[in-house]
């Protein structure tokens, strides 16, 4: 069995994984929150019978396995259901306790990549620049057949569902500006942001000058989600003791990330550190978590800062991320910012809090039921004539992007970032 937590940080308080899935009542109020219960209708795949499973398992009654890997590992961690719940049952949580539970050891292409960004994050990028220059050039496609036949269909599909393929990531385009005095805030580079989609980074950069000031760029580690997320908890603190020091090695300022599945996993550090003997480290994350920021928050905060739309232009929608509405509780702000840089052309579409199936690699593992779920958004975005989706993470711009691509190319996914960077350089 793979190492788990043990204990949980709750809206109760820190709880044992026991009393935090005892929690739960069964009301069932959470269910039509669930996106994967909603597209399936069957308990196994809801929260409440998420949560029993976890119980079962703990009260050693558990007499399936295999049916209870396949619950735990369809569910998005989305977090709607804790967001729907009068108890805040944190179902996300407790269902990454259960996988961990009953995965045994990660899968060793997990553990190799999570060992790569603790120890060597510089051969990890270069393995990347190699794999990017393969899809450019068109190899990674001819090579995804051999991919599945040697049992990695995910990396295979991970290929065919990305279309972005960057040969310079972020730490090419702005290191220089780590060396910047006396910063207005410091900017912590996500990896999708950092590998994948440098060009958020650098929106993210040029509209952070303009709001708050000349920032300086953090060149952190990775933050650890992935490592967390896929069975590898001691890398994961290793990560987050890493960025906890670095942070503490350069200024007080305001750290503020752009990714919101990465910053709502930093504000989550405290939980790594809930044994006794971690209590030091335990302190020092939540001084840490005082500091962080999501992107998405100061463009809300200093709207007012932002140029007025007047003119009529293309009609631009909204679509939450899970980890910054669910995971943070962050709603109205990015609004707010959006709605001036869009003016009039702002709409709001129905179920934009809805997950899209992204979740990380859940719509490279699970794509028939990720596909149905962006179905039904992008059905939501062509409902509302958008030509524009913001967003806030990278796991839902590829997502999107995968699925206007597939279903209505008349519409485009950009972050947030990119949209506010836009209106201030106008």
């Known amino acids: 069995m793979a190492e788990t937590l043990g204990r949980l940080l709750t809206d109760l308080g820190e709880r044992s994984l026991y009393d935090a899935v005892s929690q739960c009542s069964r009301c069932g109020y959470c269910e039509q929150a669930c996106p994967t219960y909603v597209a399936t209708g069957e308990e196994s795949k809801s929260p409440r019978g998420r949560n ?9 009654k558990l007499d399936d396995p295999k049916a209870a890997l396949e619950s735990l590992s369809t569910c998005l961690t989305c977090g709607a259901c804790t967001t729907a719940c009068y108890a805040k049952v944190p179902v996300a949580d407790i269902v990454l306790e259960g996988r961990r539970m009953l995965a045994g050891k990660p899968h060793w292409l997990t553990k190799r990549v999570s060992s790569l960004m603790v120890k060597s994050p510089r051969i990890f990028a270069f393995l990347l620049r190699i794999g990017f220059v393969l899809k450019k050039i068109g190899v990674s496609k001819l090579g995804r057949p051999i991919l599945r036949a040697c049992g990695l269909s995910v990396l295979a599909s991970m290929d065919a569902h990305t279309d972005e393929a960057p040969f310079w990531n972020l730490d090419d385009l702005v290191k220089s500006r780590e060396k910047t005095d006396g910063p207005a805030y410091r900017y912590f580079a996500a990896c999708g942001t950092r590998y994948l989609f440098p060009r958020v980074g650098t929106a993210t950069l040029d509209a952070l000058d303009e709001l708050k000031g000349k920032g300086a760029y953090l060149n952190n580690p990775c933050c650890g989600l992935l490592a967390h997320n896929y069975g590898e908890l001691e890398d994961a603190r290793k990560l987050a003791k890493k960025n906890i020091e670095h942070a503490e090695k350069n200024g007080g300022e305001l750290i503020i990330g752009d990714d919101s599945s990465c910053v709502a996993h930093l504000k989550t550090y405290p939980q790594l550190f809930l044994k006794p003997e971690d209590s030091e480290w335990r302190a020092r994350a939540e001084k840490f978590v005082k500091r962080i920021k999501d992107a998405i928050e100061i463009y809300g905060e200093s709207s007012d800062m932002l140029p007025p739309k007047t ?31 869009a003016g009039a052309s702002f709409c709001e579409m129905a179920g934009s809090d809805a997950c899209c199936g992204g979740a990380g690699a859940f719509g490279f593992v699970h794509e028939s039921l990720s596909d149905d779920l962006l179905k039904t958004k992008v059905g939501n975005v062509a409902a509302v004539q958008a030509g524009v989706v913001l967003t806030s993470s990278t796991s839902c711009l590829i997502q999107l992007a995968r699925g206007l691509r597939k279903y209505y190319p008349e ?12 209106a201030l350089r106008k």
Do not use: W
């Open 52 to 60: 029993q499973i976890v119980r079962l398992m703990l009260e050693g």
């Open 311 to 341: 003119a009529e232009g293309v009609e631009t929608t909204y679509h939450d991320s899970c980890r910054a509405i669910n995971g943070q509780g962050i709603k109205e702000l990015p609004r707010q910012a959006a709605r001036r840089a």
């Open 411 to 422: 519409a485009k996914a950009l972050h947030l970032s990119e949209f506010v960077a836009g």
